[in-house]
C-alpha cells in the first residue's frame, strides 16, 4: 500500500504520496511523483506548490514587492508541514476535469 500524507480543506481529503528522501535520510511528501502536471482537488481547487508563481488573480497578504508566489496570497491555504497549499480562489477553479482555469481576460 501506498504511504501518503492527508489533509482535509473544505470536507475534501486530498493525498500526497510520502516516500524514502536519500538526500534527507528519511520518509518525505514526494512532490516529484504528486506534482507532475496539474492537480486538482476533487472540486476542482488547484494544488499549488508555496513557491508558485503568483497568478493574476492573487490578492496578496500584505503590500511587499517580495510578495510574488501563491504561498503569499490570500486565497493560498498551505497543508501543515507541507510544501503544498490549495488555493481556494472561484476564478482558478476547473468546473470540470481538463477545462481550462483561464479567466476571461486572460483568453482574450
Ligand atoms: S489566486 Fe490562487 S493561484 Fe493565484 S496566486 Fe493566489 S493562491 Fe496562487
Given at each position: ?31 516529484e ?41 490570500r ?34
Amino acid at each position: 500500500m501506498e504511504k501518503a500524507n492527508r489533509y482535509i480543506f473544505a470536507g475534501e481529503v486530498i493525498k500526497v504520496p510520502v516516500a524514502w528522501d536519500e538526500a534527507l535520510g528519511r520518509e518525505a511528501e514526494d512532490y516529484e511523483d504528486y506534482y507532475d502536471g496539474p492537480v486538482y482537488t476533487p472540486a476542482g481547487r488547484p494544488v499549488l506548490l508555496t513557491i508558485e508563481d503568483a497568478c493574476p488573480e492573487a490578492e496578496m497578504v500584505d503590500d511587499d514587492p517580495a510578495s510574488i508566489d501563491c504561498g503569499s496570497c490570500r486565497h493560498y491555504h498551505q497543508f501543515p508541514g507541507s510544501l503544498l497549499g490549495v488555493c481556494n480562489n472561484e476564478k482558478r477553479r476547473a468546473r470540470r476535469s481538463g477545462q481550462s482555469t483561464k479567466t476571461k481576460e486572460e483568453m482574450t
